[in-house]
Nanobody
């Protein structure tokens, strides 16, 4: 499956953005999905993950209460609603997918088989 993330941009602190990740070639319904981010000079870090049917979600501590991951399998699209953005959220955001990942490995980048190209989010203070 090919993934394409979009929706990033420049926003002031306290603002909101909604990222989308569209899948091409296959439906997303059979994949567990995740959002990761990577700031300049930093390692890629887990942001949020969601089960195939959307019934379970998992968030990094930095995202809890501010970000919401969701999916629309009929549209083969994954979303990340980001509210109350902070300058520390500035990063390139990536979507990821796996058919075989186990829930306890949701935060491990190497556990995913497919990645989108990333979309840049810049939060100004």
């Amino acid at each position: 499956v090919q993934l394409q993330a979009f929706g990033g941009g420049l926003v002031q602190a306290g603002g909101s953005l909604r990222l989308s990740c569209a899948a091409f070639g296959r439906t997303l319904s059979g994949y567990t999905m995740g959002w990761f981010r990577q700031g300049t000079g930093k390692e890629r870090e887990f942001v949020a993950g969601i089960r195939m049917n959307g019934g379970n979600t998992l968030y990094a501590d930095s995202a809890k209460g501010r970000f919401t991951i969701s999916r629309d399998n009929a549209k083969s699209t994954l979303y990340l609603q980001m509210n109350s953005l902070e300058p520390e959220d500035t990063a390139n955001y990536y979507c990821s997918a796996s058919r075989t990942i186990i829930w306890s490995n949701l935060g491990i980048p190497s556990a995913y088989n497919y990645w989108g190209q990333g979309t840049q989010v810049t939060v100004s203070s």
